[in-house]
């Protein structure tokens, strides 16, 4: 079973205005983290967000903020005031807490999401 | 600079060779992870060190991967006997530390390898 889902292989929104990106994901360990990274079309993997499972409040970082909701399962992605520099492949990947048996802290991504923005 | 540095960038070899790709982590960085992506693809993991030592290699795909890190900084990637099925973009990720779910890893730019 995918640990990551991303169902939207690519999204188009138009500049100036806000869009989310979907991330569900699946972990029986009660210690996780979740991140989004950025990959422009030049290749580096531009770390964007963290949550971690314990937080109470949703992450932010300038522009972006993740909506967390636990119970659902889902960490999405919500880029307010979308620039043109921000079309890129956004991956969604989660770290499961090596003390609770997980992997060795290596994170486990997503497919992507193509965002594309229209000027 | 202080990023992860990888290198070369490109890479192109015939099926057959042996390449070797070489990651330079962000210095005092504990922890060094290799994954590969595949085109269209999120990274997949290959393997794990902390340090010098090698915890983790369950991700590499068969036995002709091999990758080490002998002092506990740079690490490289070797492939030998190379197959069209390598081809693929292999990135390195540091961390500072080895636990702790809050710990992002930094990549660095990639090698984009070609196997012809």
């Known amino acids: 079973a995918q640990k990551i889902t991303q169902t939207q292989p690519g999204m188009f929104v138009q500049e100036k205005e806000a869009v989310t990106l979907d991330c569900t994901y699946d972990?029986?360990?009660?210690?996780?983290?979740l991140f989004w990274y950025k990959q422009p079309s030049s290749g580096e993997m531009i770390f964007l967000i963290y949550q971690g499972s314990y937080d109470q409040q949703n992450a932010t970082e300038g522009r972006y903020s993740l909506n967390f909701q636990k119970a659902r399962k889902s960490a999405n992605l919500v880029i307010s005031a979308s620039q043109l520099g921000d079309s890129a492949m956004y991956f969604c990947?989660?770290?499961?807490?090596?003390?609770?048996?997980?992997?060795?802290?290596?994170?486990?991504f997503g497919k992507g999401t193509k965002l594309s923005v229209k000027p | 600079g202080a990023g992860v540095s990888q290198s070369p960038r490109y890479k192109v070899a015939k099926r057959g060779q042996d390449v070797a790709l070489r990651c330079d982590p962000i210095?005092?960085?504990?922890?060094l992870f290799w994954y590969q992506q595949a085109l269209g693809q999120g990274p997949e993991f290959l393997t794990y060190?902390?340090?010098?030592?090698?915890?983790?290699k369950s991700g590499l795909p068969s036995d002709r991967f091999f990758a080490e890190r002998p002092e506990g900084s740079v690490s490289t990637l070797k492939i030998q006997r190379t197959q069209q099925e390598d081809s693929a973009v292999y990135l390195c990720a540091s961390s500072l530390r080895n636990r702790g779910v809050d710990q992002p890893q930094h990549f660095g730019d990639g090698t984009r390898l070609s196997i012809l």
């Open positions: 972990t029986s360990d009660p210690s996780y983290g």
């Open positions: 210095s005092g960085h504990v922890s």
């Open positions: 060190f902390q340090n010098e030592a090698q915890l983790d």
């Open positions: 990947a989660m770290r499961e807490d090596m003390n609770y048996g997980g992997s060795q802290g290596n994170l486990i």
